[in-house]
């Protein structure tokens, strides 16, 4: 469909909202699909956990160094061709990745290509929401898409574990290709209004911006390998200390030149990369900080739980994703349920009441995790945990969309999707880092400890895992010793040692993940106590595809009904 037109109707805005759903449910899909089969995945193409932990988390840190940037890429270009020309992107990737038979060609396939075209598509669906409705039926459609994700992550897991089980975790790339295809089929549908001016897309301001967000999250990454502070043998280092903190403090300080820079283009009538004013937004700030908290503790949690379930008690992929299943349900019921029975209820209260169920959720299975428990024990806290993130997932959305005027959608939406994502990848890294580094001080402890082992098999243990020790299943460790001759004593050992080494390293980063969520208690004070809505506009609901709008027609400040 060409610019200028509108859906056609009725039916005409059924088709938009579904291809932008659809795109919507593509993203959120590859952020928890694969946690289940991590395992499999990593034996699969000859790498480790570790290594795939990293291709997890350059994923998220792609999108999030690109996201403003692609955002402006799409008010230069068109909304629609830059939401086209990312789904032809992320389908290269999704076919790369479905081939790939190593962890470098999955990192350029799943983590560059996909990260990239994940770039230009989410800031665009946000703009083309704006731009195929009317300002009153923008909230339906916008909770119609923010529900298309969470469907997206309640079904990843089972979707993933399906495929593992019974065909390949090769299945799940492949199909995203075929999805990407009627995207693209249905996506001719779209109007795509011109924008009032012609944008300039500040280069300085890009390269400042994924430099210091780069920097600082591979920073976090690294830091089980080569140690927080003190560096790890062989890690790299500067006047004795860790490279991770400098590339932290590289980052940070990158990121600061980048709001300075964007400041003084504002001060001289330049158009910036991001409006410093946004970020002088309460109601803005205060979503953008929820959502950079939800995905942190989210990510984190998805990467935890199915290593516990598949790696410490050797569940398959299709069992994993069937135990994560109630985090899916209850996510899945809050976010659509609570705009439906509860439209007028205050988003600040439902959001901490979000944060509090992941909370003790966290605290719950933080309690449960024992070398004795079986796979029922991640019942109870997934349900909490699931019903804080559908809670959250229920309210932010229109929180961060609300607080500007509308011809700001698309600039939130590369804000809010680079938060999200920042969010995302250093949670998996730093529940990751955690994770390595307490298994690894916790492994050699025992081993230390234990009478049974030899002192020169004690001396090589410290030696050559000092770097980091694997998080390892029974059986591929059982391999190894095999493989090493070991005897039966320092097998026994090992196992032992092992075992209790997982737990701890679990323990400790669902620890960190539950400090982050209480942190976040403290910023739910600039969540709005009443929903925001234009006045007079109707209550949101899923009670049907919103009506479509021509899309010429400006946005006006002075309309009573324009948000504010």
């Not at 982050?516 to 009443?530: H, W």
Request: hydrophobic fraction near 50%; proline fraction near 7%.
């Amino acid at each position: 469909m060409s610019a200028g037109r509108e859906p056609g109707g009725r039916a005409g805005a059924t088709v938009v909202l579904a291809t932008l759903a659809a795109g919507q449910f593509l993203m959120a899909l590859d952020s928890s699909v694969m946690n289940v089969s991590i395992a499999t995945v990593a034996e699969d193409i000859g790498t480790t956990v570790s290594g795939l932990q990293g291709a997890i988390t350059a994923y998220t840190l792609v999108m999030a160094m690109l996201m403003i940037s692609g955002g402006k890429v799409g008010a230069i270009i068109g909304r629609k061709r830059a939401f086209t020309i990312g789904c032809v992107i992320y389908g290269a990737g999704s076919a790369t990745t479905s081939l790939a038979p190593n962890l470098p060609v999955l990192l350029l396939g799943w983590s560059l290509l996909e990260g990239i075209g994940a770039a230009l598509i989410l800031p665009a669906i946000v703009a083309l929401v704006a731009g195929n409705f009317t300002v009153e039926r923008r909230p339906a459609a916008y909770g119609l898409v923010t529900a298309a994700g969470a469907i997206a992550i309640a079904l990843g897991p089972l979707i993933g574990g399906i495929a593992t089980t019974y065909f390949s975790w090769r299945w799940v790339f492949a199909g995203e290709v075929v999805v990407v295809l009627g995207i693209l089929l249905l996506a001719r549908r779209m109007a795509d209004a011109p924008p009032d001016h012609r944008p300039r897309l500040d280069v300085v301001g890009a390269v400042l911006s994924a430099l210091g967000i780069g920097l600082f999250v591979f920073g976090v990454l690294r830091s089980g390998t080569w140690g927080w502070f003190l560096p790890k043998p062989d890690a790299p280092a500067w006047l004795g200390i860790s490279a991770t903190v400098w590339l932290m403090l590289a980052g940070l300080l990158l990121t600061w030149l980048f709001l300075r820079w964007e400041s003084r283009l504002t001060r001289r009538g330049t158009e910036p990369l991001v409006d410093p004013d946004l970020l002088r937004n309460r109601q803005l700030t205060g979503g953008l900080t929820m959502f950079f908290f939800q995905y942190l503790v989210q990510m984190g949690v998805f990467f935890l739980v199915p290593l516990y379930l598949s790696v410490a008690l050797g569940l398959s992929a299709l069992m994993t994703g069937v135990r994560i299943l109630p985090l899916s349900l209850t996510l899945l019921a809050a976010a659509l349920a609570i705009p439906r029975f509860l439209p007028d209820v205050s988003p600040r209260r439902v959001v901490r009441l979000g944060i509090l169920s992941m909370l003790a959720g966290a605290l719950v299975l933080l309690a449960a995790l024992d070398t004795d428990a079986d796979a029922a024990v991640v019942t109870l806290p997934l349900l909490l945990i699931g019903l804080g993130m559908g809670a959250l997932a229920s309210q932010l959305g229109s929180v961060t969309v609300s607080a500007v005027p509308d011809e700001k959608s698309a600039e939130v939406g590369g804000v809010q999707n680079t938060v999200t994502n920042l969010g995302a990848s250093i949670g998996t890294a730093l529940a990751g880092s955690i994770m390595i580094a307490t298994l690894t001080t916790s492994f050699l402890t025992s081993v230390d400890q234990n009478p049974a082992v030899p002192d020169e098999v004690k001396a090589r243990a410290s030696t050559e895992l000092a770097a980091g020790v694997p998080f390892l299943s029974d059986a591929q460790l059982t391999t190894v010793l095999a493989d090493a001759n070991a005897s039966p004593e320092v097998t026994a050992a090992a196992l032992d040692a092992n075992a209790e080494a997982r737990l701890d390293g679990l323990r400790a980063a669902l620890a960190v993940l539950a400090f982050a969520g209480t942190g976040a208690l403290f910023f739910t004070q600039r969540i709005p106590a009443t929903q925001p809505r234009a006045p007079g506009a109707p209550v949101p609901g899923p009670a049907g595809p919103p009506d479509p709008q021509p899309p010429h027609r400006p946005a006006d400040p002075t309309d009573p009904a324009h948000p504010r």
